[in-house]
């Protein structure tokens, strides 16, 4: 199995009832590369992402966790009623393999597209 191949993680968190992505991308703008993707923040890092979907929801590939409580922090101070209790989703997942697929709680994904993890996102967010 290549480095890409190996298992990282995507954790998947519902924080608030909704962010204000507009405020949140021009905070982010001007530190971290973004994309604004029907009404989602995607903020890349080299193999990492994070989308953040303006009904509360953020998903992480392979984000350290000190790197997510960060983030989390700044989406709290741009969140409209934040839960009481977080609810979380963990997964895994492998690049550069043959199809993209999920099985159970493991995701394999053809490419590192950003459209395509964004993609991926959407549909874990909303499970």
Same mark, same amino acid.
């Given at each position: ?24 991308? &021009?905070? #982010?703008?001007?530190?971290? #590369?973004?994309?604004? /993707? &029907?009404?989602? #923040? #995607? ?13 509360? @929801? ?11 409580? &960060?983030?989390?922090? %700044?989406? %709290?101070?741009? @969140? ?21 697929? /999920? ?13 395509? /993890?964004?993609? %991926?996102? &959407? ?5």
């Amino acid at each position: 199995m290549s480095e890409n191949q190996s298992n990282k993680h995507c954790v998947a968190y519902c924080l608030a009832q909704r962010f204000d992505i507009s405020a949140l991308a &021009k905070r #982010l703008s001007d530190a971290s #590369l973004i994309r604004l /993707i &029907k009404g989602a #923040l #995607l903020i890349e890092d080299g193999q990492s992402w994070s989308v953040v979907f303006a009904y509360g @929801a953020v998903v992480h590939w392979n984000v350290g966790s000190e790197q997510q409580t &960060k983030l989390h922090q %700044l989406l %709290l101070d741009h @969140a409209e009623n934040p839960l009481s209790s977080v609810e979380e989703d963990i997964f895994t997942f492998a690049l550069d393999c043959p199809s993209t697929r /999920i099985i159970e709680d493991h995701i394999e994904i053809e490419s590192s597209d950003p459209i395509l /993890i964004f993609a %991926l996102s &959407k549909h874990g967010a909303i499970d």
